[in-house]
């Protein structure tokens, strides 16, 4: 069964460092989101892309975030100058057209020291 | 503001004793509520998608249904393998694919 696949599985990085974190969708999705859940949280959506565009964002998704389809696989998230309250963990997910529903990654802890 | 609340917050059941949980949400215009099981340590398994109100998806010993404030799993018979937290989430009309969640219900099942 086909699954978004996310790397690394654990990221520790120092405060006011950039980190790049990366996602292989489904293969024939078109529709790719980031959300992410710090521990004991709600899962929070930060942003969506569609046709190498951002369809919507959240909040949480300032200056120091962006998104990338660098090519026709990966999908990532950097953020660029990291905070202690950016540690979370940070799931991918992708769908279909339409209403399908999204199927989301394992995640990637981002520890942030 | 579109939100989804959860009960309870965790639940212990005994092996073969059933139940429901609930999530309930206010959204400007449903497009679809989600339900998905996530284990620890991974990421959120979908389980049902429901559209409108009166609808009904079952999954083994799984059952969702959807009214127009509140939507149900109930779980019949459950079997430790049943144990997991299980989220709800919704899609209002008004946005892009963006998925609400509410907290969970982190489910216990003991043998």
């Known amino acids: 069964e086909p699954e978004v696949t996310q790397t690394p599985s654990h990221q520790v990085t120092q405060m006011g460092q950039e980190v790049i974190l990366r996602c292989v969708p489904i293969?024939?999705?078109?529709?790719f989101y980031w959300y992410r859940q710090i521990l004991g949280q709600k899962v929070e959506f930060l942003v969506s892309?569609?046709?190498?565009?951002?369809?919507?964002k959240s909040e949480i998704f300032d200056d120091q975030f962006s998104v990338e389809r660098p090519d026709g696989s990966n999908f990532t998230l950097k953020i660029r100058s990291t905070k202690l309250e950016d540690s979370a963990m940070y799931f991918c997910a992708s769908s279909g057209q339409g209403m399908r529903p999204q199927h989301f990654g394992d995640g990637t802890r981002l520890s942030i020291l | 503001e579109d939100q989804v609340t959860q009960s309870p917050e965790a639940l212990r059941l005994q092996e073969g004793e059933s139940s429901s949980l609930n999530c309930s949400y206010t959204v400007s215009g449903l497009r679809g509520l989600f339900w998905y099981r996530q284990d620890p340590g991974k990421g959120p398994e979908f389980l049902f998608t429901l559209y409108s109100a009166g609808e009904e998806k079952e999954k083994e010993r799984l059952k969702a249904t959807l009214t127009k404030k509140e939507s149900f799993l109930h779980i019949t018979a459950p079997k430790p393998e049943d144990s997991a937290t299980y989220l709800c989430?919704?899609?209002?009309?008004?946005?892009?694919?963006?998925?609400?969640f509410g907290q969970g219900t982190t489910l216990q099942v003991k043998p």
């Open positions: 892309f569609y046709n190498n565009e951002i369809s919507e």
């Open positions: 293969s024939n999705h078109l529709y």
């Open positions: 989430a919704v899609q209002a009309s008004s946005n892009t694919g963006k998925l609400i």
